[in-house]
């Protein structure tokens, strides 16, 4: 089972990013997802999950500006971001729930995974 992340890049504030987050060897089918980010000074910060039913959830931090969706085949989850800003600078990383749906923006601890990806970093700036 690999989960690779993947969208990441430098854009200017204000821009947008899709990152995708695609799994093999696994379908996320009946699987609660999220996406964390770990930035400069090593904050790390849930920003989004969603649950196998489809339901979501966002950090204040990210609320009205990030998306999350999976596709129909349930090997891929997006986090579409917008209007992005310097402080959304981070390695973005994408893993599958071990106990469920997460509606907390605490940084997830390793032994909430049943799986996870190595990452892909996000830079905004002028």
């Known amino acids: 089972v690999q989960l690779v992340e993947s969208g990441g890049g430098a854009v200017q504030p204000g821009g947008s990013l899709k990152l995708s987050c695609t799994a093999s060897?696994?379908?996320?089918?009946?699987?609660?997802m999220a996406w964390y980010r770990q930035s400069p000074g090593n904050k790390c910060e849930l920003v989004s999950s969603?649950?196998?039913?489809?339901?979501?959830f966002f950090s204040d931090s990210v609320k009205g500006r990030f998306t999350i969706s999976q596709a129909n085949t349930k090997t891929t989850v997006y986090l579409e971001m917008s209007s992005l800003q310097p402080e959304d600078t981070a390695v973005y990383y994408c893993?599958?729930?071990?106990?469920?749906?997460?509606?907390?923006?605490?940084?997830?601890?390793?032994?909430?995974?049943?799986?996870w990806g190595q990452g892909t970093q996000v830079t905004v700036s002028s």
């Open positions: 893993a599958v729930m071990k106990y469920g749906f997460v509606v907390t923006s605490d940084c997830p601890g390793k032994a909430e995974f049943a799986y």
């Open positions: 060897g696994f379908t996320f089918d009946g699987s609660d």
């Open positions: 969603i649950s196998s039913g489809g339901s979501t």
